[in-house]
């Protein structure tokens, strides 16, 4: 499973691109609501160079092989709104997971994150030749544990205790997954949601 750090993904309305300190300041605009990081390592209110440091850290981390994260842009007006990556990424075994998703809330209603995860995920299973992409979200985070159900995911179970969050909770995570064989069912779904004017992803 060989995967490279410049991937960017072209759907209807966003392009995942490679994140860059280019995306920095826009990022740092989509990032002030503070509803966005309540599940988040990051304190709000998020400040410039939170989000620099952030970015630093996710392409140091990129650079190990250990991430692939990308900006979300929104393509009518070619503006970053979020970001997203691939994570706990183990080709050994053709698995990664999805996460650390986050979006200006303007768009949390719309078909931004369904589009988002379609291209993430047709990229894992027939690009890559992933057979798990898994998700993980705090339990009492019900808004994602829903959105991560309604892409068509299966819970696996709970983990208790799994780490430690802001102001030293003890986090229980629900882990969710998809497996190759169940992603034609999953892309039917995506595709019936979105409607049928999906662009092909392209590197």
């Excluded at 990081?37 to 650079?63: K, M």
């Amino acid at each position: 499973m060989e995967l490279r750090p410049s991937i960017t993904l072209e759907g209807s309305l966003v392009r995942l691109e490679p994140l860059a300190h280019r995306h920095a300041s826009s990022l740092h605009k989509a990032a002030r609501a503070e509803e966005i990081w309540h599940w988040l390592p990051l304190t709000y209110p998020v400040s410039r160079q939170d989000i620099d440091t952030w970015i630093e850290s996710s392409l140091q981390q990129a650079a190990a092989g250990l991430i692939v994260p990308f900006a979300i842009i929104f393509k009518p007006t070619e503006s970053p709104i979020g970001s997203t990556r691939y994570m706990d990424i183990v080709r050994s075994d053709q698995g990664l997971e999805i996460g650390w998703t986050w979006l200006n809330p303007a768009y949390w209603r719309s078909s931004v994150n369904s589009e988002c995860k379609y291209q993430l995920l047709q990229y894992a299973f027939e690009t890559l030749g992933a057979i798990r992409v898994a998700f993980r979200t705090d339990l009492r985070n019900i808004r994602s544990q829903a959105a991560i159900e309604r892409i068509g995911a299966i819970k696996e179970g709970v983990l208790r205790n799994e780490r430690i969050v802001k102001d030293q909770y003890r986090r229980w995570t629900v882990t969710y997954s998809i497996i190759d064989e169940e992603w034609p069912t999953v892309k039917q779904r995506l595709h019936a949601r979105l409607g049928n004017a999906l662009i092909p992803s392209g590197v």
